[in-house]
T-cell receptor
């Protein structure tokens, strides 16, 4: 079954405590992305990757890092989370020009 | 970069009526326009998409139209049902650039009995 898997699904953390949200896809997709969703703002792209070791900033990259060491994994790293990073996060993957598949989402609260 | 505007932000219709949601985009290079349905707390689900070489696409009660000249595209849902109630997002993408999706801000559709 085609899947994009994110973990954790729910997390409450404190300001400044580094955290990583993992994302894995089993479809051998080249492209992977991270989006955040906030009320009234829709989904906004944080970072994307077009292949292993190839990453680039999206629209709202500040405060986030990513890496793409393997094709299937694209973790999102918050080095020093702040309350304004409280959001719902989605990982997505696709082949070039193909349908974009979303993970189930990760609810992150930073207090 | 791309900018996508979506209207209306909320839409209430009676069951059986039609619903229309409209989006405009700014980047003429965009060539892929998907529509997503999102239920509360769940991931966006692709319901229909259209590519720039096509003007209209239909799938049962759902249709999408694209006007490249005017840079706008619309979602049409006919014979609406209560289970159509959700938030709908349009998006635009240039598939040669990493499939980056730029989303509209969403339309909350409520289908009333």
């Amino acid at each position: 079954e085609a899947q994009v898997t994110q973990n954790p699904r729910y997390l409450i953390t404190v300001t400044g405590k580094k955290l990583t949200v993992t994302c894995s896809q089993n479809m051998n997709h080249e492209y992977m992305s991270w989006y955040r969703q906030d009320p009234g703002l829709g989904l906004r792209q944080i970072y994307y990757s077009m292949n292993v070791e190839v990453t680039d900033k999206g629209d709202v990259p500040e405060g986030y890092k990513v890496s793409r060491k393997e094709k299937r994994n694209f973790p999102l790293i918050l080095e020093s989370p702040s309350p304004n990073q409280t959001s719902l996060y989605f990982c997505a993957s696709s082949s070039a020009g193909g349908t974009i598949y979303f993970g189930e989402g990760s609810w992150l609260t930073v207090v | 970069g791309e900018n996508v505007e979506q209207h209306p932000s909320t839409l209430s219709v009676q069951e059986g009526d039609s619903a229309v949601i409209k989006c405009t985009y700014s980047d003429s290079a965009s060539n892929y326009f998907p529509w997503y349905k999102q239920e509360l707390g769940k991931r966006p689900q692709l319901i229909i998409d259209i590519r720039s070489n096509v003007g209209e696409k239909k799938d049962q009660r759902i249709a999408v139209t694209l006007n490249k000249t005017a840079k706008h595209f619309s979602l049409h849902i006919t014979e609406t049902q209560p289970e159509d109630s959700a938030v709908y997002f349009c998006a635009a993408s240039f598939t040669g650039g990493g499939n980056k999706l730029t989303f509209g801000t969403g339309t909350q559709l409520k289908v009333e009995l």
